[in-house]
Structure formats: structure tokens, C-alpha cells
């Protein structure tokens, strides 16, 4: 049966529109105008983003399943100490998945490739904000615990998701119906200024980890003493740390594609290993916080502010909801954009039932 299926041609970068070049991949590149059958069937064949979704879509699953365990095995409806850690289980669930289907369907159009990844941009910042509260939780060191950081630290990290995704849809296109509009995308800062663009995401992902990990940092690095919750969960959040910074040093750098452009098209190039170092490092991070809130409960009972809606579910239904408000803002000027025909687009490859499409 699958000799019969007729798998999408792949192209190279010079057939496809700048929009979707990625830096230093030569091949392997989908028709930019794909149908959403095209994309699904690319999950079966060998392109340059193959592994980029599934890297990400098989641990969904593995997510998934520790969040149902949670909910059946923990009854956090009985037990709100239980909450933050279902908030967490479910951003790490909705990131991996929203990266997967941004990568599996951003070939439609460009306009569909930029609300695909505002949408990937979206639930990688309310992975932050999951962090944020469960590290609010379980992970405070002893003496920070109950103090004024601690009481503002979650509304500051519901602040710095919101900055996160605005500033990173901002980096793809500038700022809605001012530098994009009905008639033309202009496409600053990311076409022209590309370099700039990187920076702006980078920071824009940056910062808020950097902030949500303070407490962390303080407690694995600095902290001496007593009050400094030195136990056997260190070790895993070392590990963590270090997935977490190699995962943002793969990002920025391009490599090891930038060392040999052509030769890392289809497997082993940066946003592959990005993906499988993220994906680990949150695996560790999930083990570090589900012992931390094991060993350290007792204390944190008696000694933390108590756990509630307001500051574990509401803050992420919060955050949910700003999220979707920026996306929509970011992505209503390109919904709203006139319908044009394929021959005003140039260089693109063609299709013979080629329909019009919107022009951006």
C-alpha cells in the first residue's frame, strides 16, 4: 500500500522563497505551498524537518502519559499541594506538541509558516511560566522560602512570559498593521536585519529562564550554609542546567551546519539536536522537581505559603489567555491579507492546480 502513496518532491533552497530558508541547510526543503495531506505525508519521508517534528512529537507522549499517571496515581483534585506540578506536566506537554505541528504545517504558506511558530513561541513561554510555579513550589531554597521575592515571583514571571511572546512574534515581522499590513509584509526585523532578529529570540527566551532559575541557581551554586536545601535532587538539576545551556548555545549558533552548509541537511543539524537536548533536559528537570516535592514536603507544608488557585492554576489560565491575545494580534494582519495569484510570488516551484493565496 505504501508503494502506491506518492510522497511529496523535496527542493533546494534556491527553489523556495527566502521566507523559508534556514540558515546553512542547502536541501531537503517542502514545497512552500504544500497542502496539509503534503505535510503529513512529509512525516514519512526524509526531508530537512523530518526529525525536527518528531524529535519533538514522540515525547509528547511520554509527557502525556506522566501527566494521566499524575492525575490517576496523585488525585491533585483532593490535593492542592499536587497542583503545581500538574500545571508543569501540561506545558511540557503542549510545547514539544506545538513545536511539532509549527514544523509539520509551516510549509502551507508563509503566512501559515508565521502563526505556526507564533503558536510554537506561545507554548514555549508558558513551558517558562509552568517552570516559574512549580519552581515557586518545591524549589525555593530554605531561606528564600516565604520571602518577598517569593511573593513576587510568580506575578513578575507571568510579566516576563508575556514580554517573551511578544517579543519573539515581534522578531519574525515587527510590529502588526505598523510594519506589516494589508498590502505588503515588509518583514522587519527578521529579512531585513536577520542577525538582529536571532538576537531578539534568543533574549527573548533567554531572560525569562535566566529569572525563573534564580532560586536555582542560588541554591545549586552560591548557597552555603545552612537554609541552602543541599540535597540528593542536585544532581539531577545539574544535569538539567546543563541541557538547558547547551540547548540555547545550539540555537544561537547554527552548529555544527554552519561548519559544513549542505552536509547536516537531512539529519544531525543544530534545530535536531536543539530538540533532543530540550526534550532531555526537561525529562531531567521533571525528575528533579517530582523528588523535591517528595523529600521536601513535610518542610514546605509547614514553612511555604499554601498552595492555591492563585498561584498555581490561575496565573497559567492567565498566561494562556495573554498568549492567545498576542498571537491573534500578530496574526490578524496576515489573516485579514488580500487573496493574490501564485505567478506574483516569483521564484517559488509551482504546482499545476496552484489555487491564489494571500499575499505575504
Known amino acids: 500500500m505504501l508503494s502506491l502513496i506518492r510522497l511529496p518532491r523535496v527542493f533546494t533552497i534556491n527553489q523556495v522563497p527566502k521566507v523559508f530558508h534556514e540558515d546553512s541547510i542547502i536541501s531537503g526543503y517542502r514545497h512552500p505551498h504544500s497542502s496539509a495531506t503534503d505535510c503529513i505525508l512529509s512525516l514519512f519521508q526524509m526531508t530537512n524537518e523530518t526529525l525536527n517534528i518528531w524529535t519533538h512529537f514522540l515525547p ?36 514539544p506538541l506545538a513545536s511539532s505541528c509549527a514544523h509539520t504545517f509551516s510549509t502551507m504558506s508563509a503566512r501559515a509558516r508565521h502563526i505556526c511558530f507564533f503558536f510554537d513561541y506561545g507554548a514555549l513561554s508558558f513551558y517558562s511560566l509552568g517552570s516559574a510555579i ?46 506589516y499590513n494589508h498590502d505588503i509584509v515588509k518583514r522587519f526585523p527578521e529579512y531585513q536585519s536577520p542577525k538582529f532578529s536571532k538576537f531578539l529570540r534568543v533574549a527573548a527566551f533567554a ?8 532560586p536555582l541557581f542560588y541554591r545549586v551554586f552560591l548557597c552555603v550554609g545552612e537554609g541552602c536545601t543541599d540535597n540528593g535532587t542536585n544532581i539531577l538539576h545539574y544535569k538539567h542546567i546543563a541541557l538547558a545551556f547547551l540547548t540555547g548555545f545550539l540555537f544561537a549558533t547554527h552548529l555544527p551546519e554552519r561548519l559544513a552548509p549542505g552536509s547536516f541537511d537531512y539529519i544531525g543539524h543544530s534545530h535536531q539536536l536543539f530538540h533532543v537536548c530540550s526534550v532531555l533536559g526537561t525529562h531531567f528537570q521533571m525528575q528533579a522537581l517530582e523528588q523535591d516535592m517528595v523529600t521536601r514536603r513535610p518542610w514546605l507544608v509547614h514553612n511555604s505559603f499554601p498552595i492555591t488557585f492563585s498561584n498555581s492554576g490561575g496565573p497559567a489560565l492567565f498566561c494562556v489567555l495573554l498568549n492567545l491575545a498576542i498571537i491573534a494580534l500578530f496574526s490578524l494582519p496576515l489573516l485579514s491579507a488580500p487573496v493574490c495569484k501564485e505567478k506574483d510570488h516569483g521564484k517559488g516551484p509551482k504546482k499545476a492546480s496552484a489555487k491564489p493565496r494571500p499575499c505575504c
Not at 502519559?65 to 506545558?91: A, D, G, H, R, Y
Open 60 to 95: 509528547t507522549w511520554y509527557f502525556l502519559w506522566k501527566l494521566v499517571t499524575v492525575l490517576l496515581m496523585q488525585t491533585p483534585w483532593q490535593n492542592s499541594f499536587i497542583w503545581p506540578l500538574v500545571v508543569f506536566l501540561l506545558s511540557c506537554c503542549i510545547y
Open 134 to 179: 512549580i519552581y515557586s513550589a518545591y524549589v525555593f531554597p530554605d531561606k528564600w522560602v516565604s520571602s518577598s521575592f517569593h511573593r513576587w515571583y510568580i506575578p513578575i514571571a507571568v510579566f516576563n512570559t508575556v514580554i517573551c511572546t511578544f517579543l519573539a512574534c515581534y522578531s519574525r515581522l515587527g510590529l502588526p498593521f505598523l510594519q
Open 207 to 214: 531572560y525569562p529562564y535566566l529569572f525563573d532559575n534564580i
